[in-house]
């Protein structure tokens, strides 16, 4: 599945310039600069199919990529402080909510939080967008090269305890790091699964 290559579909800046559906689609959303275009890189194993960025705002438009008919990686514009005018920050939130609430074939949505950071007020407002719309999701951590090893446990619990309640919410959490590498097997897992369903 992830060892075909990624190829880059499109851009799509608003809702009514999404590509044509094809098979399923997983998207990468979270907070500007949590990590989402270095995880699409990380797991397709290419290092500059998407764009990444120290400064938050980078990735401004939905991404669409593709390694097989089934599967589509959407790499989306982050939400909550961005590098970016103000009108366009506006702008792609909308797009990312109305993506996110209305694509039919978005089979799971990997909401990335920083594992030093955990859940804040702007992800629990896209979790309840997911809720609302029931769209499956699964919390995806990011940069756990950056915490202590012995500190990450207590991070996942404290994420897993925060989304028990939570009706369209995976209820494992999966830790990774796009520079170590850690987690991606089991990243790559959980969507063989899901496509096999
Ligand atoms: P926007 O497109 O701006 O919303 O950001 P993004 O979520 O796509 O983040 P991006 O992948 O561009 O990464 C932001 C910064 O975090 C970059 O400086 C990355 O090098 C860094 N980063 C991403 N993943 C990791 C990780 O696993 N570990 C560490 N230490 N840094 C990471
Ligand atoms: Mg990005």
Redesign the pocket.
Known sequence: LFAAPWDFISAAPTIETLPPMQGMEIALA?R???????LVNALTGRKALAR???T????QELIFFRASPELTLVDM??YGF?KAPKEKVEAWTHTIRAYLRGRVNLARVFVLIDSRHGIKPVDEEILDLLDKAAVSYAIVL??A??VKPTALPHVIAGVEDKIRKRPAAFPVVFPT???TGAGLAELRGAVARLMAE
């Open positions: 979270g500007s600069n949590v990590g989402k275009s270095s990444t960025s120290v938050p705002g980078r990735t514009p982050g961005a990011t940069k090269d950056q790091s796009s520079n």
